[in-house]
């Protein structure tokens, strides 16, 4: 049910804000929609920027599949025992339940959106650190 208090446009829009971002030593993750900002939706989006040289930790997700678009920089990244090079414009599919990770090997900040078919995304880790 709509909030009266809030303007309808902002009832149904996010914003890409680093200072709702969390950090992480290796970037940063901003959830712009899933079930704990829009609490009927069935899926989950979010903004990731990973620093040059780093890679966030190996992890998989045990209730969906995941969807990643690259908008810049340049990923190594790994789907169980493979491993796929992403370039500006290049998406990946990554199966629920498969490993996987994206390390920087670019120059700059790499930046990409990733979606999941759940507004209640799940992650189990495999390395240490931060989702």
């Given at each position: 049910?709509?909030?009266?208090?809030?303007?309808?446009?902002?009832?149904?829009?996010?914003?890409v804000?680093?200072?709702?971002?969390?950090?992480?030593?290796?970037?940063?993750?901003q959830?712009?929609?899933?079930?704990?900002?829009?609490?009927?939706?069935?899926?989950?989006?979010?903004?990731?920027?990973?620093?040059?040289?780093?890679?966030?930790?190996?992890?998989?997700?045990?209730?969906?599949?995941?969807?990643?678009?690259?908008?810049?920089?340049?990923?190594?990244?790994?789907?169980?025992?493979?491993s796929?090079?992403?370039?500006?414009?290049?998406?990946?599919?990554?199966?629920?339940?498969?490993?996987?990770?994206?390390?920087?090997?670019?120059?700059?900040?790499?930046?990409?959106?990733?979606?999941?078919?759940?507004?209640?995304?799940?992650?189990?880790?495999?390395?240490?650190?931060?989702?």
């Amino acid at each position: 049910m709509p909030n009266a208090e809030i303007p309808a446009t902002q009832q149904h829009t996010s914003k890409v804000a680093r200072d709702k971002a969390m950090i992480a030593d290796w970037g940063s993750i901003q959830w712009l929609v899933n079930r704990e900002a829009f609490p009927t939706t069935g899926i989950t989006f979010g903004y990731v920027e990973i620093e040059a040289g780093r890679k966030n930790p190996k992890h998989h997700h045990p209730n969906s599949d995941e969807v990643l678009y690259l908008i810049e920089g340049e990923l190594e990244h790994s789907v169980g025992a493979e491993s796929v090079r992403l370039k500006p414009g290049d998406v990946i599919y990554i199966p629920s339940n498969v490993p996987h990770d994206a390390r920087n090997v670019g120059t700059c900040t790499a930046k990409m959106v990733v979606g999941y078919p759940t507004g209640e995304r799940r992650i189990v880790m495999h390395e240490a650190g931060v989702d």
